[in-house]
């Protein structure tokens, strides 16, 4: 990487002193600094440091300085303490839900502008769900880069064994249950393979209270709207508890990374993960793994989605701005997101990656890579995308808790979660009715 | 009989002592498991196939993570150049407080004493805007400034000098030496061994330190082995990949237990006569 | 000793100072010029980088933030952090976790450098497990007791499975998850409490022991009547460097729980974190550090007033 990043520099140095010969003035590059977050562990940064890389060996007049922040929480505080202090980054990769919270803090400009100019960017190519955490005051303020959505991810070999068909996954909740049972198994008292692992967090419950007819997140521009508390939501949330009831799913809260884990262990025959987790699980199981649209409720399929985007940070000058523009359509051209794609596991957000390689060919050898991409038709915006969005993703996942863990009933966590995210958005200047 | 009892009294806290250990190790050997051992394996199969299959794939995927020489060094300068700074400022406060009488001198105290009660993590936002408007973001004063002051340093150095007999100070003065020589030419000779004791505690303190620097530190020129970690730790999205994050930790930890297990008997000797009891 | 309000430091401090200025001609105002020659280093920087960050604590305390700006909103944060229920929580989760803390801190320190303290060749073999733990990354060494604990392929429910016990859910569970952040707090740090009894017991002088092992003592008599009244100024230290201690440690509880499930291990520094850092609600996190400072430096205060006076009737 160092001995990468020296010899890029030599270039430069190279060029700048073939200009000054030709009597040209030269040009100073302008030196952007660019904010990423990673939240997969290994080489992802190795993979951005190096299209970076490339990128600057390619623009003589932009210089783009990748600076590995840490994960989501650690990236966003440091973006947040950076703006505050008057010296921000140039342009920065942060999550989609928190476009409200990066409004109100002046911290970002709206790309409309660059959208529809000369050098702009086909944005409809990009997948609805995808944009739709994106604008506000019916401005585009982000692009996508690293996203995802979660997947039913099955375990095909344990499916054959009890007698189901590998290549029928369950397309149902009644159909999760009924699969579920029929993968359980026990010895004595304890189970050592669950039929299913939910795990408990307010991402994947969205994704239920969605499948039963109203998302608990606001789907159009509301920085102040989340339904916690309706009769849908406190369905889906009766199901998850229900899972465990019927002694498919474990009791208590399933912590996150639990899951991949168990299944990779077979201590699991299904689970509801992101799509990031793909290649991971791929590697290490020792079965066939499948992967499915997760089961619809009664009101069909449907999907939250998450992950970051790019941001141009506002008290910059312009040529800045531009240059980071400039930066972020090289990196999102179809060829170079859908390495990114490849490398990462995220879902590649746009139609045009899939249609060429290097991504096309890798969909034709790794199908399971593709269930996300169909999914997504039945995605909607991402919950909780609002003032405090961060706060009231914890509530969320603090009531789901209380309900896996048997403290409280459905309906009397959503409604105390309600009430504190109300707080929350008060709190954050919301005028509630 | 009764030689007999003596010799289970003596045998029997170092069987515990043993027994105890192995227990306190356990963690320690599953990281070395994971570190070596594929992760379908490591889920899958027991103890005995783990020692069939070593690899060293996550051991090479983690060290080529981050450019990890180099933070080896950066690392290095950090940590030791932030304590030959402590050890100077240290030994001046504590000589000051346990020595020299002044004006103001419970206010000072009382100001020492804040700075260990504050957890250093409260610090954290404040003074990065802090090293923003002295310019230091990025640069190893401004990883090491929080800590020049230290309050542990300091209490612990003004305990060591108040217990040197007097008598040394005195007839030192009376031949016209100043506080400075006193300091060092009768004190510090003979509180070698505090200084020792807060040397590991800042080292493998500030070592393992892990948000600020991460915070405040943008290239490869600054950043610590525990940006690498940092690397290596992330799991919002997939949950941890063990094996990698275990040859992280080992890479980050391994120099660290080297210098314990080197410097152990002087390690604890350093705490038994610095004057902590 | 370590505490700078050691009364009987503070006796000879006191009674130092006369006689040296009849010994030494020297004016109070040169020593002092040259303390504060000596103490100038330190005091730039506690002030700049310890002193100014808590003052603006303060002023934030009082302050929400709107955006790039603060407005000021008088006791809101205050009442926040007291009527909350959930800041009420996390208050008794971190009163909970301290005391078991100080109280395995100053046992099990005492019992380990007990064990540490034999006579023999080579013990430093057996120390080494427990020195080593104090200089492995929280993060790292968290991020490792999470596969342990994981409830269906983790070593301890592997190990309970094996010889027939109950399994349990260690971090999921609201009865479990505080003690199992608790367990790898005490894993990472008792060797550095043993540390401290350790340099006691071996300032003791050797016959003290040696005599009461021959006179067919018991072992507990023995730490009750004779060890423990000898350690009593190391317990004194122990017991403050406990207390801090176990409230300055947050990585482990970001990296096993998040303070989960449903805030049952939710601790007053990860509280402060989730609230500044996460949530950028600054005026929050700063009264709740005002608050947890103002707990810390009165019951230091108290505990030098209690001490000055018992020294009086002494």
């Not at chain 1, 562990?41 to 783009?64: M, R």
């Not at chain 1, 600076?67 to 990769?93: C, H, K, W």
């Not at chain 3, 072992?219 to 009593?232: A, D, G, N, T, Y």
Request: net charge negative; charged share 15%.
């Amino acid at each position: 990487m160092s001995s990468k990043s020296m010899s890029f520099r030599l270039i430069v140095l190279l060029c700048s002193i073939l200009l000054l010969i030709g009597g040209t003035s030269a040009q100073e590059p302008i030196t952007l600094q660019f904010f990423y977050p990673v939240g997969v562990a290994g080489p992802l940064a190795q993979a951005i440091d190096s299209y970076v890389a490339e990128f600057n060996a390619t623009h003589d007049h932009i210089q783009v300085e990748p600076i590995f922040t840490g994960g989501y929480a650690e990236n966003m505080a440091r973006a947040t303490a950076a703006i505050l202090s008057g010296q921000p980054p140039d342009v920065a990769i942060l999550l989609g839900i928190d476009i409200y919270t990066l409004i109100q803090l002046e911290g970002i400009i709206p790309l409309d502008d660059y959208i529809a100019s000369e050098n702009g960017l086909d944005i409809d190519d990009f997948f609805e769900a995808f944009m739709a955490n994106n604008i506000a005051d019916d401005q585009v303020w982000s692009i996508p880069w690293q996203r995802s959505t979660p997947i039913l991810y099955y375990n095909k070999d344990a499916f054959a064994e009890v007698g189901l068909d590998p290549e029928t996954p369950p397309a149902t909740w009644d159909e999760l249950v009924e699969f579920g049972k029929q993968l359980v198994v026990s010895d004595g008292d304890n189970v050592t393979r669950w039929g299913v692992e939910v795990p408990t967090s307010f991402w994947i419950f969205a994704n239920f209270a969605i499948q039963a007819g109203q998302h608990i997140g606001s789907l159009g521009d509301d920085p102040c709207a989340v339904y916690l508390d309706t009769p849908e939501a406190i369905e889906a949330l009766a199901f998850l508890r229900r899972l465990q009831e019927e002694g498919v799913m474990p009791d208590g809260a399933n912590a996150w990374g639990t899951a991949p884990a168990d299944f990779i262990a077979g201590a699991a025959a299904m689970i509801y993960h992101s799509t990031g987790s793909l290649s991971t699980l791929l590697a290490n199981s020792p079965f066939e793994v499948g992967t499915a649209f997760m089961p619809a409720g009664e009101a069909g399929y449907g999907a939250n989605v998450g992950g970051g985007n790019y941001y141009i940070m506002k008290d910059i000058a312009p040529e800045r701005q531009d240059a980071a523009w400039e930066f972020i359509r090289w990196m999102v051209r179809p060829e170079q997101i859908g390495q990114w794609g490849i490398d990462s596991g995220y879902v590649a957000p746009r139609n045009a990656a899939w249609e060429v390689d290097p991504l096309m060919s890798y969909a034709a050898e790794v199908p399971q890579a593709s269930t996300a991409r169909f999914q997504l038709e039945y995605a909607v915006k991402e919950f909780p995308a609002t003032y405090g969005g961060q706060e009231i993703q914890v509530i969320t996942t603090q009531a789901i808790e209380a309900v896996n863990t048997g403290e409280q009933s459905p309906a009397d966590a959503l409604a105390a979660a309600q009430e504190r995210a109300n707080d929350v958005l008060t709190q954050n200047g919301c005028e509630l009715e | 009989m009764n030689a007999q009892k003596r010799k289970w009294r003596e045998i029997l806290p170092i069987l515990s002592l043993a027994f105890f250990g192995l227990i306190w190790l356990v963690p320690l050997f599953w990281t070395l498991a994971a570190a070596f051992v594929p992760t379908t394996e490591l889920l899958n199969g027991g103890p005995i196939v783990w020692l069939q299959s070593l690899h060293f794939g996550a051991f090479e995927e983690a060290w080529g993570v981050a450019p990890f020489p180099r933070f080896y060094l950066n690392t290095i300068i950090w940590v030791f150049g932030l304590l030959a700074i402590q050890l100077v400022t240290i030994s001046l406060a504590g000589f000051a407080l346990a020595r020299l009488d002044f004006r103001g001198k419970d206010q000072v105290f009382f100001l020492f004493l804040t700075q260990l009660m504050v957890p250093a993590t409260v610090l954290i936002l404040p003074n990065y805007q802090t090293l923003v408007a002295l310019g230091w973001l990025d640069t190893y004063q401004g990883m090491m400034a929080p800590y020049i002051a230290s309050a542990f340093g300091t209490f612990l150095m003004r305990q060591a000098f108040k217990q040197v007999p007097k008598e040394l100070e005195e007839a030192a003065r009376s031949d016209g030496a100043s506080w400075l020589q006193v300091l060092w030419h009768v004190f510090l000779p003979v509180t070698r061994a505090p200084l020792l004791a807060f040397s590991i505690v800042s080292i493998t303190y500030h070592w393992n330190e892990f948000l600020w620097p991460l915070l405040i530190t943008s290239s490869v020129e600054t950043r610590p082995l525990t940006v690498g970690l940092a690397l290596l730790v992330q799991s919002s999205e997939i949950g941890a990949q063990w094996d990698q994050l275990s040859a992280g930790t080992l890479i980050v930890a391994v120099p660290i237990l080297i210098l314990i297990a080197l410097v152990q008997k002087q390690f604890t000797n350093s705490f038994l006569s610095s004057g902590i009891k | 000793m370590l505490n700078p309000l050691d009364p009987e430091k503070r006796k000879s401090e006191g009674s130092g100072h006369g006689s040296r200025s009849l010994i030494f001609p020297l004016s109070l105002s040169g020593s002092g010029a040259v303390a504060y020659i000596f103490l100038l280093p330190s005091l730039i920087f506690l002030t700049v980088f310890t002193l100014w960050p808590i003052i603006s604590a303060i002023v934030t305390s009082f302050h929400a933030r709107r955006g790039r700006n603060q407005v000021f909103v008088g006791l809101q944060n205050y009442e926040r952090v007291f009527s909350d229920p959930l800041s009420q929580q996390v208050i008794q989760n971190t009163a909970a976790y301290v005391t078991a803390g100080l109280l395995l801190s100053v046992i099990g320190g005492l019992l380990l450098a007990i064990l540490m303290n034999q006579g023999l060749r080579n013990i430093g073999f057996f120390r080494f497990p427990f020195l080593a733990t104090i200089g492995l990354p929280m993060v790292s060494v968290a991020s490792i007791w999470l596969f342990l604990y994981s409830p269906r392929v983790g070593l301890f429910n592997e190990i309970l499975g094996s010889v027939g016990l109950p399994r349990s859910n260690w971090l999921s569970d609201p009865d479990l998850a505080l003690s199992g952040l608790f367990v790898v707090y005490m894993w990472k740090q008792m060797g550095y409490f043993a540390l401290f009894y350790l340099a006691a017991l071996q300032s003791l002088p050797g016959d003290v022991l040696e005599a009461a092992t021959l006179d067919g003592v018991t072992f507990w008599q023995k730490l009750r009547h004779i060890i423990w009244p000898l350690v009593s100024p190391t317990t004194y230290f122990v017991s403050t460097i406990a207390v801090l201690n176990s409230l300055q440690q947050v990585d482990h509880v970001f990296v096993l729980t998040q303070g989960g499930p449903n805030n049952a291990s939710n601790l007053a520094l990860f509280y402060v974190y989730e609230q500044g850092f996460k949530w950028f609600n600054t005026g929050v996190a700063a009264a709740m550090t005002v608050v947890l400072l103002a707990v810390l430096l009165t019951m230091a205060i108290l505990q030098f007033v209690y001490l000055e006076r018992r020294v009086h009737y002494e």
